[in-house]
């Protein structure tokens, strides 16, 4: 079950599927920030680290499944709203022209929820309308990863396509759970082990080799913009959004929530200042569900958070692989899968 994976980043979606049981055969990826940690982490994976422009179709090995998450601020609430106005907006094209090459049973694509605002309108149809003019059947839908066994509140919009001639069927999206995996569940016990403070964002802590990897955080003065809410998540509670860059993370829970100034503006409460923190690097990359053994290599701090952000919740994706995995199953396009995976099908599909 080999397939291919465009705009891999760290490899959080790839990792997901490869843990239902297909094969990342090859990747792309053209930032050399996360070149390291991917070749590092996928050892069984070709990294092709040439712009997706500059890929040929036929240089992209044929696959049953092409998976990824294209560039996602010409979206989102935080970039210039863009969409397929902007160069990175318009890198979706170079997925569908590929897809259309390589003709796999299935691809799945994500990007952030800001794509289905109103003004996205025309582009979305466009978007569908490509998806479709090549063959697929498509699916899409907003989800909160909160839902899937991961630990923060995350809302993404996921397209889903089978291939018309192939899988004549709409994938039907899993409902995921409300019982909710919480911060205390997911970085509880690394409050015993102290993480290493980090001054400036182009620099990383002098860590001692026995303290736990990437267990650092950004310090610097918080802007007005970050200030105008509270960003404290309780310990009993699931986390904000873990974003791409180390200014916005998230603080850690051992601190009281912000206290409500006036509109826009929240302070620390006064005389616990000390407890307030930015989750460290390894924190975020627990509540995005990648594994302990799963290390980030960088040399500026603000690529590891940037590398963890932009990732696919791994526990998101390996339920969206389930769920592909069995359509292809019942329709006897790919082998049954062993006895561990068919039960983990089997607890998904039967969650309410």
Known sequence: MNIVSLFSGAGGLDLGFNRAGFKTIWANEYDKDIWETFEKNHKQTQLDRRSIT??????????????????????????????????????????VRILEAKKPLFFLAENVHGMLFKRHD????????????VGYTVSYR????KNFNVPQDRRRVIFVGYRKDVLDKKFVFPEGTENFITLKDAIGDLAKIKPAPVRTVGDIAKVSKDNFPN?????????SMFMSRNRVRSWDEVSYTIQAGARHAPIH???????????????????????????????????????????FYYTKVSAGYKMIGNAVPVNFANALALSILND????????KPNRKISRQIKQLLSVV
């Open 54 to 95: 500059a890929i040929e179709a036929n240089e992209i090995p044929d696959c049953v499944g092409i998976i990824g998450g294209p560039p996602c601020q010409s979206w989102s609430e935080a970039g210039l709203l863009k969409g397929l106005k902007d160069k990175r907006g318009q890198l979706f094209l170079d997925f």
């Open 122 to 133: 025309k582009a979305l149809k466009r978007i569908i309308k490509s998806f479709e003019s």
């Open 142 to 145: 907003l989800l909160n990863a």
């Open 215 to 223: 267990h650092e955080y950004y310090t610097s003065d918080y802007s």
């Open 253 to 295: 829970p051992q601190a009281p929530k912000m206290h409500f100034v006036e509109k826009d503006k929240y302070e620390f409460v006064r005389g616990k200042e000390k407890l307030y923190r930015r989750l460290s690097v390894r924190e975020c990359a627990r509540i995005q569900t990648f594994p302990d053994d799963f290390i």
């Open 328 to 335: 292809l199953v019942e329709h006897d396009l790919v082998p």
